[in-house]
């Protein structure tokens, strides 16, 4: 009987490369992790409470539990409640009558100008703690350097970052005293952008992370020129910072008062399958990842294996 041939790599270092491999894909799973978002639903309303922020000349929201207990004299739990509100607070919507006269009000707006492609603005960066940088037409100019044209019936949100602060009045508003319209102070959007876009782009809405797309103490002007032509205005927005620039499609879902000029909103944005961010489009499956680093390690081993075969033979 021939003597039993010897692995190319000892049992130690064998074990130590399996623990390598592993650790590695381990490691690129994580860093890949945001290839995990793809299809993933982000939800981009704060949640409403308390503590929700209004407009500063409206009242707070207000839920009443009017029952939390037994059913009287029966066997079951049973809790409701009412609530009454502004309709401008919160993550809220806008409807286009709230500054155009004629224009929808929020059961107008057809379904499929509330389901679109979204294109995030980003100029958290410029704006920092700066609540007087608001955007500007470059700011757009050089996303679409980027990304291309803003896409048809999308909705365009612009990310300020001023949703780090909520719900700290003083911080996201630049006020905490009753009615002191004087006082607001947040980064928002340029009128020369709203101008623009109504001539050069198609959009269905205008969203923003701060209490409103227009400069504070200014002229309503944003609101004005896109509610003219039936934009809606999208205002408290959360989480952008969770999603790409581009490629992912936004669900905007008020509740369907008739007659109103705004209503309470849950804004809910997919990420595309696919994706079209730089760091989408690199994205693996961590599962085919870890299949792939499986196989290149058996193939390894085996190749080890087969060189020790063949010198045994020689
Ligand atoms: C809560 O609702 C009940 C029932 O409608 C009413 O009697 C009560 O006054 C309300 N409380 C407040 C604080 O509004
Ligand atoms: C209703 O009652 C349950 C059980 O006591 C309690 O946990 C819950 O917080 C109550 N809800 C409200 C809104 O008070």
Redesign the pocket.
Known sequence: MPPRRRSCLKPAHQSILLWHVLVFAWYLRNYLGDCAQNGRLVDLTHTFDEDTIYWITEPNL?L???HNGTAPGQDFWYQKD?F?AATHGGTHLDAPSHFAKGRWSVSDIPLSNLVGPMSVVDISRHVLDNPDRHLTLDDVLEWERVHGPLPEDGVLMVRTGWSRFWPDKKMYSGTDKVKDVAGLRFPSIQPEVADWLIRNRKLVGVGIDTMSVDVPNTRPSVHVTLMEQNIYGLENVNNLDLLPESGAVVYVMPMKLRYASGAPCRIVAQIDQGGHSASFALCVSPNYLILLMTVLLAVYWLGHEMVGILKDAI
């Open positions: 207000r009443n539990v009017t009412e009454s």
